[in-house]
């Protein structure tokens, strides 16, 4: 059984259908890229699996659990949509820290906030908190920012920044981490430290979709490459397949374009 089961996702906006039937299915421990022009639906993609956005049709599976069907029509609780929301962790191109917290608290301010919701103790209570800071500083130390604890976001460069947002997103211990173009914002010198600490993850095998505009990190990290044209899948398969043997004209053109703009 995959780990996540992805099928006939649509999505429209008014008239404009962005998304026109995805289906895919991703092993626990795989590296997802996708890769496809602007405008071919990705980050759409993205949203839909994190519930930023309801597809239109479709259905999505964690571990053979159907978390949603759109035939059901049935409009999700607030509730419903934060627990569903816990499987997946997202890292936006634009790290969206909050500016007023520290790093650390960054990192420990959602899973305070799910303590809060529960039913413990105030014993209890503590002991979790002891554990939500402990975690949250193995995290800094796993992208190399321990020393970054109590610095604001301000005070740290677009890299940094951007590896508080994945030691955020996996605070809250998601089945799969999802990236939106990741290192677009910033200088290429930057690119090389965040793309470093999504390949350790990757060897500690943590599941990741990864959309990206790196064509080398693609192809050195994913265990399968996805490219999207006009709101479909138009090509699936492995790194191989797709950089060095696409079988769709338009993969090809896009590649060749990629390599254009280098
Ligand atoms: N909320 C929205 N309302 C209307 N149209 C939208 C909305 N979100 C996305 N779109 C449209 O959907 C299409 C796909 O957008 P999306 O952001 O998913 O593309 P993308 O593949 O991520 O592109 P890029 O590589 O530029 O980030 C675009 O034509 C966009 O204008
Ligand atoms: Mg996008």
Do not use: W
Request: aromatic content about 6%; hydrophobic content about 35%.
């Amino acid at each position: 059984m995959s780990l996540l089961e992805v099928s006939n996702i649509r999505k429209s906006f008014g008239k404009t259908e962005v998304l026109r039937g995805i289906d895919f299915s991703l092993e626990k421990g795989d590296v997802l890229s996708i890769i496809g022009s602007s405008g071919s639906g990705k980050t759409t993609l993205l949203r839909c699996l994190n519930f930023l956005e309801t597809p239109d049709t479709g259905t999505i599976s964690i571990n053979g659990k159907t978390i949603f069907d759109a035939s059901l029509h049935k409009k999700l609780k607030e509730t419903e949509i934060r627990s569903n929301r816990l499987h997946f962790g997202l890292v936006f191109q634009s790290f969206n820290l909050f500016p007023q917290y520290n790093v650390l608290d960054n990192i420990t301010l959602a899973p305070k906030m799910r303590l809060n919701e529960m039913n413990y103790s105030k014993e209890e209570k503590k002991e979790h908190l002891q554990g939500i800071i402990k975690t949250a500083q193995q995290l800094l130390d796993k992208v190399g920012l321990t020393e970054k604890a109590a610095s604001y976001p301000c005070e740290l460069s677009g890299g940094q920044q951007q590896r508080v947002a994945i030691a955020r997103a996996l605070a809250l211990s998601p089945d799969i981490l999802c990236f939106d173009e990741p290192t677009s914002a910033l200088d290429p010198e930057l690119t090389g430290e965040v793309l470093r600490v999504i390949r350790d993850l990757k060897s500690s095998d943590c599941t990741m979709i990864v959309v990206t505009h790196e064509m080398e990190f693609a192809k050195n990290v994913s265990d399968k490459v996805i490219f999207m044209a006009n709101g479909i899948i138009e090509e699936e398969g492995n790194p191989y397949d797709i950089f060095e043997a696409p079988k769709s004209p338009l993969t090809r053109a896009f590649l060749n374009k990629s390599v254009e703009s280098f």
